[in-house]
């Protein structure tokens, strides 16, 4: 309870933001590091693609989302999961180069995903709305982008079973009742925003709740995570699956980075132990994984059954190396061993071989990432999101290496 009371005692400054928030630096170790990737150079290359990407995106009810197979942009709408990470991407845009460009699209590609505040529909309101008005009411602290953050929550909220005691996360009844994906994870900080925001008691509790089941029933002895996870009331996990892995048994590369950015999140919000022995327990699996690259840019999955004549996954690896960096500020014991491996693949994803020229890829920032190979959806292809967590690696980089 005194844990709980102290969370609520914080004042509201901003800084907690994860997708969207920024760690609170040690001087030590900024002065530690000297960067090895010129975050700038980086950033002067993203704000030229994006500069092309809104030259084509003038409709605001087509997001950018990948590239279909005859190299054609692919395009959503605001319901899909993915719809916040341009607007995302923008705002980091915006806030390391002050464009004001960036500022005003980033505005207007935040309030085309407004109306799914009301969408009771997805687990994926943390990725569409904090995201966006996340990013943004850090930057600006425009207090017209609370109110549909809160609404949001609330409705996010209403995917809690009590009686299951985790957020539901599709409503397909072809996979079972009551499917909890580890992707949920990612969600719950949006959760944690709006519970320190209004003192919500409700919403911190909930996200604790489902973060503790999740940890008790989606691992496996070596930390992997399972994909799907079929629930009875009781938190009864029944059935344990694959959706986008290559088997039930096997650990698909992005559900990993979700879960080790997903534990990683939970200690920064809670301070509980349990957390981070878990976040450093993933670490551990994906950085000792023996079929990870020398790269270290991840197959779609560890177990893939062609490595190594499968496709890589670098979605998987923005989102590691963004976690491993908070992670570095959080453990005492792997500070320097997570800012280094995290540091290799920012490394590696800023190399010609990932990082696409000016003017090509459909104006998306990274190449070679896999949404859901089983389906053939997104394979080897540019998509949003990838682009979305290596600028926050960036902006995470740059921070503990002091560039600006």
Same mark, same amino acid.
């Given at each position: 309870?005194?844990?709980?009371?102290?969370?609520?005692?914080?004042?509201?400054?901003?800084?907690?933001?994860?997708?969207?928030? *920024?760690?609170?630096?040690? #001087?030590?170790? +900024?002065? $530690? =590091? !000297?960067?090895?990737?010129? %975050?700038? @150079?980086?950033?002067?290359?993203?704000?030229?693609?994006?500069?092309?990407?809104?030259?084509?995106?003038?409709?605001?009810?087509?997001?950018?989302?990948?590239?279909?197979?005859?190299?054609?942009?692919?395009?959503?709408?605001?319901?899909?999961?993915?719809?916040?990470?341009?607007?995302?991407?923008?705002?980091?845009?915006?806030? *390391?180069?002050?464009?004001? #460009?960036?500022? +005003?699209? $980033? =505005? !207007?590609?935040?309030?085309? %995903?407004? @109306?799914?505040?009301?969408?009771?529909?997805?687990?994926?309101?943390?990725?569409?709305?904090?995201?966006?008005?996340?990013?943004?009411?850090?930057?600006?602290?425009?207090?017209?982008?609370?109110?549909?953050?809160?609404?949001?929550?609330?409705?996010?909220?209403?995917?809690?079973?009590?009686?299951?005691?985790?957020?539901?996360?599709?409503?397909?009844?072809?996979?079972?009742?009551?499917?909890?994906?580890?992707?949920?994870?990612?969600?719950?900080?949006?959760?944690?925003?709006?519970?320190?925001?209004?003192?919500?008691?409700?919403?911190?509790?909930?996200?604790?709740?489902?973060?503790?089941?999740?940890?008790?029933?989606?691992?496996?002895?070596?930390?992997?995570?399972?994909?799907?996870?079929?629930?009875?009331?009781?938190?009864?996990?029944?059935?344990?699956?694959?959706?986008?892995?290559?088997?039930?048994?096997?650990?698909?590369?992005?559900?990993?980075?979700?879960?080790?950015?997903?534990?990683?999140?939970?200690?920064?919000?809670?301070?509980?132990?349990?957390?981070?022995?878990?976040?450093?327990?993933?670490?551990?699996?994906?950085?000792?994984?023996?079929?990870?690259?020398?790269?270290?840019?991840?197959?779609?999955?560890?177990?893939?059954?062609?490595?190594?004549?499968?496709?890589?996954?670098?979605?998987?690896?923005?989102?590691?190396?963004?976690?491993?960096?908070?992670?570095?500020?959080?453990?005492?014991?792997?500070?320097?061993?997570?800012?280094?491996?995290?540091?290799?693949?920012?490394?590696?994803?800023?190399?010609?071989?990932?990082?696409?020229?000016?003017?090509?890829?459909?104006?998306?920032?990274?190449?070679?990432?896999?949404?859901?190979?089983?389906?053939?959806?997104?394979?080897?292809?540019?998509?949003?999101?990838?682009?979305?967590?290596?600028?926050?690696?960036?902006?995470?980089?740059?921070?503990?290496?002091?560039?600006?």
């Amino acid at each position: 309870m005194k844990s709980i009371q102290r969370y609520f005692g914080i004042i509201q400054t901003g800084i907690w933001i994860s997708t969207v928030v *920024f760690i609170a630096l040690n #001087t030590s170790v +900024s002065q $530690a =590091n !000297k960067p090895v990737i010129d %975050v700038k @150079k980086q950033f002067m290359l993203a704000s030229s693609q994006y500069k092309g990407m809104l030259a084509s995106h003038q409709d605001i009810k087509k997001f950018p989302q990948s590239t279909k197979p005859d190299g054609s942009p692919h395009d959503r709408t605001s319901e899909w999961w993915c719809s916040g990470f341009f607007g995302g991407s923008l705002w980091y845009i915006y806030e *390391f180069t002050k464009d004001t #460009t960036f500022k +005003s699209a $980033a =505005n !207007k590609w935040t309030m085309a %995903v407004e @109306k799914e505040k009301h969408n009771t529909r997805t687990h994926d309101l943390g990725f569409i709305l904090y995201c966006t008005f996340g990013n943004g009411y850090r930057i600006t602290k425009d207090k017209s982008y609370v109110e549909p953050m809160l609404t949001g929550a609330n409705s996010l909220a209403t995917r809690f079973d009590p009686a299951i005691g985790l957020i539901k996360s599709w409503d397909k009844k072809d996979i079972c009742d009551y499917p909890v994906i580890i992707d949920n994870m990612m969600n719950l900080e949006f959760l944690f925003w709006a519970a320190r925001y209004n003192k919500d008691k409700k919403l911190y509790n909930l996200a604790v709740t489902h973060a503790d089941n999740t940890l008790n029933n989606h691992f496996r002895d070596d930390h992997s995570s399972f994909h799907v996870l079929c629930y009875e009331p009781g938190a009864k996990a029944v059935i344990k699956k694959t959706h986008q892995g290559a088997a039930d048994s096997s650990a698909w590369a992005r559900g990993q980075a979700w879960a080790l950015y997903g534990y990683t999140v939970m200690f920064r919000e809670t301070k509980d132990i349990k957390y981070l022995k878990k976040a450093e327990g993933i670490a551990k699996f994906l950085m000792n994984h023996p079929n990870m690259p020398e790269n270290k840019i991840p197959y779609w999955d560890f177990n893939a059954p062609n490595i190594p004549n499968e496709e890589r996954d670098a979605s998987a690896a923005a989102i590691t190396a963004s976690a491993l960096l908070e992670l570095s500020t959080f453990s005492k014991s792997n500070q320097k061993q997570y800012f280094s491996y995290a540091e290799g693949i920012l490394k590696t994803l800023s190399t010609d071989e990932y990082l696409a020229k000016t003017g090509e890829n459909n104006n998306f920032i990274l190449k070679h990432s896999v949404g859901n190979k089983p389906s053939k959806s997104e394979v080897n292809t540019p998509i949003i999101y990838a682009d979305y967590y290596y600028l926050e690696g960036l902006m995470r980089y740059a921070k503990l290496t002091a560039q600006k």
